[in-house]
């Protein structure tokens, strides 16, 4: 089994703050491995998931040390699109991640900043949005969805571009007993066709779904043993 994000002595803190949030973070995750990472609020697991998508240090700044590896290549060597290639993140707040006018073109943007033609591009909005049950909403404007529905917008424009890793930073926190079932049936799904997941949860009852379950605490990351 092949590892395709090694964190290796990371150590990470905003510049502003004083002491680090991220302390010798040590994480291999291997191809086909479905991680959930919990932790209090402002533990820091979004900013570890900045870390491992290379949103840190290519977009957001501070002052960092260690690596993130992704397919063995390190985050700090490769741009942004390099990354992306490989790893899709859905962000806890959809409002961060939605920009465009209508859902359709939302789901489209990557791939059509892949190059893919029309045909294609056409082929995985129609297969990402029946993934999440939301075909009827292909022409609203993302704006005008419940959180719960942009949640589930931002991670159809994930699978649109068909990702090797997953990354799910509490992407289920604004939907409803209906959608996280459905989420439950999909990262079962993707687990099955082999992709690699880490999931960010502060609902305990979602961890069943997770091969290992570890802690971000006091900016250490540690094996969970049931008490956060
Ligand atoms: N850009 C930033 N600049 C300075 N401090 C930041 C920045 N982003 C986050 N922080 C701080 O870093 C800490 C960790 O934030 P982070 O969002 O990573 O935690 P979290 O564990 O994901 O929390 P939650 O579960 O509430 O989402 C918090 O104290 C937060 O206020």
């Known amino acids: 089994m092949s590892c395709l994000v090694a964190i290796n002595r990371l150590w990470f803190k905003f510049t502003e703050q004083d002491d680090y949030l991220l302390k010798d973070i040590n994480l291999q995750v291997n191809s086909g491995e479905v991680v959930a990472i919990v932790g209090l609020s402002g533990s820091g697991k979004s900013t570890l998931c900045y870390c491992i998508s290379g949103i840190i240090p290519l977009i957001k700044k501070g002052i960092i040390d260690g690596e993130v590896l992704i397919k063995g290549k390190s985050t700090k060597k490769v741009d942004i699109s390099q990354v992306s290639t490989n790893l899709g993140i859905v962000f806890q707040n959809p409002d961060t991640q939605l920009f465009s006018p209508t859902v359709e073109d939302e789901i489209a943007f990557g791939p059509e900043n892949m190059c893919f033609s029309r045909e294609e591009i056409d082929k995985r909005v129609t297969s990402s949005l029946k993934k999440i049950g939301m075909e009827d909403f292909r022409f609203k404007n993302p704006k005008s969805l419940s959180g719960g529905q ?67 605490r006091t900016g250490e990351l540690m094996d969970f043993n049931g008490e956060l």
Request: proline letters at 1%; glycine letters at 2%.
């Open 150 to 216: 942009k949640q589930l917008i931002a991670l159809a424009s994930v699978l649109s571009l068909d990702p090797e890793i997953l990354i799910f930073d509490e992407a289920m926190s604004q939907l409803d007993q209906n959608g996280k079932k459905m989420i439950n049936e999909l990262i079962a799904t993707l687990r099955q066709e082999g992709k690699t997941i880490i999931m960010v949860e502060h609902d305990l009852d979602n961890l069943h779904m997770a091969d290992r379950v570890k802690l971000l």
